[in-house]
């Protein structure tokens, strides 16, 4: 019995003992293994597809990014706009209009002219000039082209007005019959309704800058009436009674060439109308 009471009370110490170890293993065990934080072990426990943060909306910011550049270059232009435009409109007048010639050939439908008159330029603008490429200006009957002439380019200052002479010297300018029966039915009568269309290409200065090309139309109206009895000392042979001009300001076009009338072959008997 004795023996016995002592094995079990050995086996028992050594379970204690046992037991102790195995704890104390734990224990060291618990100290070894690194601690993780929180964030990363909930991290582990989220499924792949949360794994990557959601990207910022890309086409968002690119708009935002168009809307600035584009608001960004319309204040520009607004501002460039506002500092650059002229305060007055170029504009232009044609005064002192002398017919010193005015004659048609019914028979071989020609028009003889010779017109003198002043194209005054005008610039109001204390701080820009304008430069004028140059001035078309065309005489007309009925719709009919018979004279042209150019002003070469010329320079406008600050606060200035150039007046300058154009002349209009036309010899047998061919035109219609119909154009020539009609006029010299007119000059007969002593009262010829005639028409002067000028247009300007034109650009505004500002020391080295210079503006995208500008057109200035001037569209005088006006009738003459000839002279009954001619002094020696007069050159006219019509006086001009009266006159209406209009200033436009369209959209920029080149200058169309002036046409002389070719008669209708045979077969085409219509006339072609050109002109203003």
């Known amino acids: 019995m004795g023996a016995t009471k002592v094995?079990?009370?050995?086996?028992?110490?050594?379970?204690?003992?046992?037991?102790?170890k195995s704890h104390k293993q734990d224990l060291e065990r618990?100290?070894?293994?690194?601690?993780k934080p929180k964030a990363s072990l909930e991290s582990e426990t989220e499924p792949e597809?949360?794994?990557?943060?959601?990207?910022p909306n890309s086409k968002r910011k690119a708009a935002i990014t168009c809307a600035?550049?584009?608001?960004?270059?319309?204040?520009?232009?607004?501002?460039t706009w506002l500092a650059l435009r002229p305060i007055y409109q170029p504009t232009y007048a044609i005064d002192d209009i002398q017919i010193r010639a005015l004659t048609v050939n019914t028979t071989r439908s020609t028009v003889t002219a010779d017109i003198l008159y002043n194209v005054t330029a005008h610039n109001r603008n204390r701080k820009m000039g304008f430069t004028y490429n140059w001035i078309t200006i065309d005489a007309s009957y009925s719709g009919w082209n018979f004279a042209r002439n150019t002003i070469p380019k010329?320079?406008?200052?600050?606060?200035?007005n150039v007046t300058m002479p154009s002349w209009h010297n036309v010899q047998n300018f061919p035109v219609p019959s119909s154009v020539a029966t009609s006029l010299a039915g007119a000059i007969q009568n002593g009262t010829v309704p005639l028409r002067v269309f000028a247009k300007a290409k034109l650009r505004v200065t500002i020391g080295k800058f210079r503006s995208s090309p500008l057109n200035v139309n001037v569209d005088c109206r006006f009738t003459a009436v000839r002279v009954p009895v001619q002094s020696p000392t007069s050159t006219r042979a019509f006086n001009v009674v009266s006159k209406v001009c209009r200033l436009t300001?369209?959209?920029?076009?080149?200058?169309?060439?002036?046409?002389a009338y070719k008669p209708a072959n045979?077969?085409?008997?219509?006339?072609?109308?050109?002109?203003?």
């Open 30 to 35: 618990q100290e070894t293994i690194p601690l």
């Open 154 to 160: 010329f320079k406008l200052g600050k606060s200035r």
């Open 49 to 55: 597809d949360r794994e990557a943060a959601p990207e």
């Open 249 to 259: 300001r369209p959209r920029y076009k080149r200058a169309k060439k002036l046409k």
């Open 7 to 20: 094995s079990d009370e050995q086996q028992a110490s050594w379970q204690t003992e046992l037991s102790h």
């Open 68 to 79: 600035s550049i584009t608001l960004f270059f319309g204040l520009f232009a607004l501002i």
């Open 266 to 276: 045979p077969i085409n008997t219509r006339p072609r109308r050109h002109g203003l």
